[in-house]
């Protein structure tokens, strides 16, 4: 079976350059897929990569392109 990578929101906050409160917006409004475990808002990379291939500018998709390490399963 193969792991599907997780991140939070420290570690979408960091790779994204936004903050908890824009992560919050994009939740509220629809357009980031998340989902809870306890409180805590998840995000999967699949999910991540789409995110970023809709919304994001040419520059920033293009650092999506490339694996980024701890992205990838651990």
């Keep these: 079976m193969k792991t599907k990578r997780l ?3 420290q ?3 960091f ?3 936004s903050s908890f409160r824009t992560l919050q917006r994009y939740r509220a409004k629809g357009v980031l897929p998340y ?3 306890g409180r805590k808002p998840y995000y ?3 999910d991540i990569r789409a995110f970023v291939r809709e919304y994001a500018d040419s520059q ?3 650092q999506f392109e490339k ?3 701890w992205l990838i399963s651990p």
């Design 7 to 9: 991140l939070d929101n």
């Design 11 to 13: 570690d979408l906050a």
């Design 15 to 17: 790779l994204l350059k």
């Design 35 to 37: 989902f809870t475990i």
């Design 44 to 46: 999967r990379a699949s």
């Design 60 to 62: 920033t998709y293009k």
């Design 67 to 69: 694996p980024i390490s």
